[in-house]
């Protein structure tokens, strides 16, 4: 039983799997360094950071390992399950003595002493539910009871979880990787314009009612607003970015990590390494999801059928777009957000879910067709 779960037959996609090596050796080195501002400002133990980056690095290689066995086509039956039990596990933040609240935000779960965030898992599950959804309307898919209608409930209703945390970042996240995912499964056009509209209207409604949402446009708008307020982070990230100049600093040598850059190892991180690298390492930095986005897309054209090339679009849309979110909100090109840089900054769960992302897309691109 066990083994027709995890029946493996081809090898993973070696470009592929040498991306992600990198992105996640890069990824550790650079952390490394901007922890170290960390614990010189603040007092943080060194040594408890880098554990617990190693710690959460180890599992989530682990995971992604067992994930690049476990045969794909088995995600498509338990998908309800799995979306299900996410809905309920995202839900426990808001239980008190569960729950963790962290800068006004209820995104976390501890158990004997270790948080758990579960938006991270939400996310994965909605999108293997999506392909299930999807690939299983096949022709209905441009009927409106068949692909927009149920695709709009069940935004609504992770939505709500997300945004009463509020995870408004995620959420976007996840609205555009389940559009993309049905713009793949061949929906309308009409349709696809009015879900995007809806999306629209529904974001600049919350950014008109939560005022920190309103503060990030303001100050995306005209940065130097207010220097010492809502565009410190903003303004310290492109001193940083700017003094990198061609080559940067040097490893551990960013100046900007110990006392200026607001979360160092959080959603700031990308700032210390163009410090440290320079204009050509956030290049090569950049370059790396970019080869992880089109080699990605590759597999998904490549899929054996079309839960699977459903499945590794939703993937790699999760992973693409919080990494470019990330950077983008640092280069000032996009309003700031809270998303980490995936594989690279500070957290756990999103760094062992990531990796649970890349091992399933590994593990469909064992089956890609030649």
């Known amino acids: 039983m066990i083994k027709s779960y995890f029946k493996i037959s081809n090898p993973v996609d070696r470009w592929l799997f040498w991306i992600l090596a990198l992105l996640l050796s890069a990824g550790f080195l650079i952390f490394l360094s901007a922890s170290i501002g960390l614990h010189a400002r603040e007092g943080v133990s060194f040594g408890s950071i880098a554990t617990s980056r190693l710690l959460a690095t180890a599992i989530g290689i682990g995971v992604a390992y067992a994930a690049s066995l476990f045969h794909y086509k088995h995600l498509r039956h ?9 809905i309920v596990l995202t839900g426990l933040v808001f239980i008190p003595g569960l729950g963790v609240e962290h800068g006004g935000a209820r995104r976390w779960i501890s158990i004997f002493g270790l948080s758990f965030q579960p938006a991270e898992l939400l996310k994965l599950a909605f999108v293997i539910y999506a392909a299930a959804l999807f690939s299983s309307a096949k022709d209905k898919i441009q009927d ?36 993309s995912m049905f713009v793949v499964a061949g929906g309308r056009i009409r349709h696809i314009g009015i879900i995007g509209l809806i999306g629209l209207l529904g ?24 220097l010492q307020g809502a565009g410190w982070q903003i303004n310290q990230s492109l001193i940083a970015i700017g003094s990198g100049g061609f080559l940067g600093r040097g490893f551990g040598q960013s100046v900007q990590k110990f006392s200026f850059l607001p979360e160092p190892i959080g959603d700031s991180i990308f700032a210390v390494a163009a410090e440290e690298f320079g204009f050509i390492g956030s290049i090569l930095l950049i370059g790396l999801f970019l080869a992880f986005l089109l080699r990605g897309m590759r597999v998904a054209s490549r899929s054996p059928d079309m839960f699977s090339g459903l499945l590794s679009v939703g993937i790699v849309i999760l992973i693409g777009a919080s990494a470019f979110m990330n950077i983008g909100s640092m280069l000032a090109i996009i309003p700031l957000s809270g998303l980490p840089l995936v594989f690279v900054s500070h957290g756990g769960t999103a760094l062992v879910i990531a990796l649970l992302e890349a091992g399933i897309l590994l593990n469909i691109s064992r089956y890609q067709k030649s």
């Open 78 to 86: 338990y998908a309800f399950t799995i979306f299900l039990s996410s």
């Open 144 to 179: 409106f009871s068949s692909g927009p209608l149920p695709l709009l409930a069940l935004l609504i209703a992770a939505g709500l979880l997300l945004l009463l945390q509020p995870d408004t970042d995620t959420f976007v996240v996840l609205f555009i990787a389940i559009l």
């Open 203 to 226: 974001l600049s409604a919350l950014i008109l009612s939560r005022p920190y949402l309103k503060e990030r446009v303001i100050t995306f708008i005209n940065p130097a607003s207010d």
